[in-house]
């Protein structure tokens, strides 16, 4: 049965979604943008501070449902500009220095003009 995670560490869903659902023994995250989720703003800013704030939401999310970034096995990253590839990935590869697979696309447009976006997966053994 399909759990559904919600948690005041991660931003509301801003449409008709869940912040992640937990399957068994799977995580699905929504994709993440840095939205601040004490006050539920977007805070915009460079692709450092985005990420920053993106990699907070991830942790807040694995945290609530008894996970952690040693989990991820499969990440999902859209850029807005692939410029600022190499200064995100310096900031990923700090989160994630379990190397999980992963997919870096360039997006056209992002939700609320965002910069970077992050979704995951995780699975406990």
């Known amino acids: 049965m ?20 937990l399957a068994g023994n799977t995580l699905y995250c929504s994709g993440q943008i ?19 704030q993106i990699l907070k939401n991830i942790e807040g ?3 609530a449902s008894g996970f952690s970034y040693r989990d991820v096995v499969k990440t999902t990253c859209f850029l807005a500009d692939m410029s600022d590839f190499t200064v995100f990935n310096g900031l990923y590869e700090k989160a994630f ?6 997919s870096c696309v360039a997006a ?3 939700p609320k003009g965002a910069l970077a976006e992050i979704e995951v997966i995780a699975v406990k053994d």
């Open 34 to 52: 840095a939205i601040n989720p004490e006050t539920n703003t977007f805070i915009g800013g460079s692709i450092v501070e985005q990420t920053e």
């Open 97 to 102: 220095i379990s190397k999980p697979a992963r």
């Open 61 to 63: 999310l694995l945290t």
């Open 108 to 110: 056209k447009e992002l």
């Open 2 to 21: 399909n759990k559904v995670i919600s948690t005041e560490k991660a931003p509301k869903a801003i449409g008709p979604y869940s912040q992640a659902i």
